[in-house]
């Protein structure tokens, strides 16, 4: 089984920093892509950033400039570095990869991760 466990969340004050991990565990013969999604109450689940393996990155219009995605290849870990805060940043932020899981595999599947709650006070 694949898993993917994100840590790093927590409560910070408007401006403030949190980084978020993520490490993809199991087997697997390789990943394609990792993001980090969030889901504010009432909301629907979206894209805050994604990085291909090859290190090309999508941000949201929300936050650029201020978000970070990097990943780890040889460790099977992602990263989202996120500055300046608001209180609208508020969520849940889940970890998200399309994974090859076979070697012979030619399309991904996609795992997500529990989820870690950010919450950011005004």
């Known amino acids: 089984q694949v898993q993917l466990v994100e840590s790093g969340g927590g409560l910070v004050q408007a401006g403030g920093s949190l980084r978020l991990s993520c490490v993809a565990s199991?087997?697997?013969?390789?990943?394609?892509?990792m993001g980090w999604y969030r889901q504010a109450p009432g909301n629907q689940r979206e894209l805050v950033a994604a990085?291909?393996?090859?290190?090309?990155?999508n941000y949201a219009d929300s936050v650029k400039g201020r978000f970070t995605i990097s990943r780890d290849n040889a460790k099977d870990m992602v990263y989202l570095q996120m500055n300046s805060l608001k209180p609208e940043d508020t969520a849940v932020y889940y970890c998200?990869?399309?994974?090859?899981?076979?070697?012979?595999?030619?399309?991904?599947?996609?795992?997500w991760g529990q989820g870690t709650q950010v919450t950011v006070s005004s």
């Open positions: 990085i291909t393996s090859g290190g090309k990155t």
């Open positions: 199991g087997r697997f013969f390789s990943i394609i892509g």
């Open positions: 998200e990869a399309s994974i090859y899981k076979y070697w012979s595999s030619t399309v991904g599947s996609d795992y």
